[in-house]
């Protein structure tokens, strides 16, 4: 079975300080890896992907997730955090026909 | 190009009624994928519609179910509503097969089941 876990519930920086937030996964193979952003009262919005065609990847808004598979983790920065950043983020898998999401890491960022 | 679509946006109802949801993806999307969004169990997967067919189903019980016309909108049905089926369900839609590629989503349906 797989599963995403997502560590932090909630995630507070300051404007300028590194975002980094946390996703792992289990699968026993190569799962697909995605990055989703959630404003308020909106819909999900995708930041980014892996596919396996590389282990960094970069996404939209300055963000980027790094694949490493002896961790089995797919983490999510972004070097310095702007207010605009405040919002939900969900780390997703997909294996064959499932897909599963993470329970979300809620960012706030203080000015 | 427009976004997806859903309607209602805000829907009260009572236990035991049922109640459908409608979703119009983006156009040239053939993809129609549906969510459930608790505070309590985070975003679920309920079902995926690929050119009118049902390609993948999550582990909802049969009072769930949806369906896709030939222009791709899609509508969801939840029958014999429970407390517990309050929530924002949220539709999205990829041009191929969701589960591998972007997925675009509405702003949600927000249920109240009381």
């Known amino acids: 079975a797989q599963s995403v876990t997502q560590l932090g519930s909630h995630v507070s920086v300051s404007e300028g300080a590194l975002v980094l937030l946390r996703c792992n996964y289990s699968s026993s193979v190569p799962p697909y890896l995605f990055w989703y952003v959630q404003y308020p009262n909106q819909g999900l919005q995708l930041l980014l992907k892996?596919?396996?065609?590389?282990?960094l990847v970069k996404g939209i808004n300055g963000f980027e997730a790094e694949f490493k598979k002896s961790e089995t983790s797919f983490h999510l920065t972004k070097p310095s955090a702007h207010m605009s950043d405040a919002a939900e983020y969900f780390c997703a898998v997909t294996l064959g026909d499932d897909m599963r999401f993470g329970a979300g890491t809620r960012l706030t960022v203080k000015p | 190009k427009a976004g997806v679509t859903q309607t209602p946006r805000y829907l009260i109802k009572t236990r035991g009624q049922q109640v459908t949801l409608s979703c119009s993806p983006i156009s040239g999307h053939r993809s129609v994928s549906w969510y459930q969004q608790t505070p309590g169990q985070g975003l679920q997967f309920l079902f995926e519609?690929?050119?009118?067919?049902?390609?993948n189903k999550g582990n909802f019980p049969g009072r769930f179910s949806g369906r896709q016309f030939s222009n791709s909108r899609s509508e969801m049905n939840v029958s014999t509503l429970e407390l517990g089926d309050s929530a924002l369900y949220l539709c999205?839609?990829?041009?191929?097969?969701?589960?591998?590629?972007?997925?675009?989503f509405g702003p949600g349906t927000r249920l109240t089941v009381l």
């Open positions: 999205a839609s990829s041009p191929d097969r969701a589960l591998y590629n972007e997925q675009f």
């Open positions: 519609y690929f050119s009118e067919t049902q390609r």
């Open positions: 892996y596919t396996s065609a590389a282990t």
